[in-house]
């Protein structure tokens, strides 16, 4: 499988703590992207990194990216109830320019 | 705009019958996809189309058949389905490959 792993697979945490997610991959890539899903709902794009970056921010998200690790994270700082929900990270495939997701994590922000 | 949408949300199918699941978008995206989500296994690719009248095989196209006759609108179709295509199925379209845009999900069970 071509899939990617990410880890924790589940966290829980409270309201006002940071939340870090880890993502892995396989193959060379173009870009990295990180998706939210609500419970029942769709994907939603939250943020893309390219190849030849090393940090991104957006809000009170962060996103890092070592490529000769093959890996990623999703920081969320200051977190708020409303962050409850599934994170996917994407990997753009270099050679055939399809997404490539990986398993998810799953977070719960308590109040 | 109405972005991506799915249609139907929800279909009960008995083994060996036919269905078609509608994928359209008002954002003049070039690039539709379709993808299946599973417990555990994050999205995997099933067709993808790059233009209208194009379309290519995803990571598990076995059963599946797509067509993509106007831009705006991408069908994926189940011939005969079978219990293992119980899954929810996302449609997605993106403007020259980058990030995407999921309509709301399709959830299919096929007893």
């Known amino acids: 499988s071509q899939q990617g792993e990410e880890d924790p697979q589940a966290l829980s945490i409270q309201e006002g703590e940071n939340a870090t997610m880890n993502c892995s991959y396989k193959?060379?890539?173009?870009?990295l992207q990180w998706y939210r899903q609500n419970s029942g709902r769709g994907l939603v794009h939250l943020i893309l990194i390219r190849s030849n970056e090393r940090e991104k921010h957006s809000g009170r998200l962060r996103v890092t990216l070592d490529t000769s690790k093959k890996s990623s994270s999703l920081l969320i700082t200051a977190s708020r109830a409303a962050d409850t929900a599934s994170y996917f990270c994407a990997a753009k495939h270099s050679n055939t320019g399809k997404l490539i997701f990986g398993q998810g994590t799953t977070l719960q922000v308590k109040p | 705009n109405a972005g991506v949408t799915q249609t139907p949300k929800f279909r009960v199918l008995k083994t060996g019958q036919s269905m078609t699941l509608l994928c359209a978008q008002d954002m003049n995206h070039e690039y539709m996809y379709w993808y299946r989500q599973d417990p555990g296994m994050g999205l995997r690719l099933i067709h993808y189309s790059v233009g209208e009248g194009t379309t290519a095989k995803g990571e598990v196209p076995d059963g599946y058949n797509v067509s993509r006759l106007k831009k705006q609108n991408f069908l994926l179709g189940l011939e005969s389905a079978a219990p293992s295509q119980t899954s929810v199925y996302f449609c997605?379209?993106?403007?020259?490959?980058?990030?995407?845009?999921f309509g709301p999900g399709t959830r299919l069970t096929v007893t």
């Open positions: 193959t060379s890539i173009n870009n």
């Open positions: 997605a379209s993106s403007l020259a490959g980058y990030e995407q845009y």
